[in-house]
């Protein structure tokens, strides 16, 4: 009885599976079809980079030239990349004092 249960569905199975039939494209004469995926990258128009620069020292003069060197460091970055540093926005400068 349960091999006969089973034959049934092993045939019903392989009936299901053979009915499915490739999907058919009606095709009209002189005509072509075409199809693709693709991916389209640009450029983007505005980068936006946002980064802290730190200096301690002894002194406050010390402090403000290591600065400034750093930040001349990132202008000569930007120009080696085809950016003018005037295009950059700064916005803040601060100190103060760091006590131990």
Known sequence: ????????????????????DRPTIAAQPN?????????FEANPDTALMQFN???QE????AAYDRASKAAEQVR???RSNG??????????FSRQP???
Not at 31 to 39: I, L, P
Not at 58 to 61: M, N
Request: neutral net charge; hydrophobic residues 50%.
């Open 76 to 78: 000569q970055i930007l």
């Open 53 to 55: 620069i730190s200096a």
């Open 31 to 39: 005509s072509v079809f075409v199809g693709a995926d693709g991916k």
């Open 1 to 20: 009885m349960k091999s006969t249960i089973a034959l049934l569905i092993a045939l019903l199975g392989c009936s299901v599976a053979l009915s499915q």
């Open 98 to 100: 760091v006590y131990d």
């Open 83 to 92: 950016i003018e540093p005037k295009a950059a926005e700064i916005g803040y």
């Open 58 to 61: 002894a002194s406050s003069r």
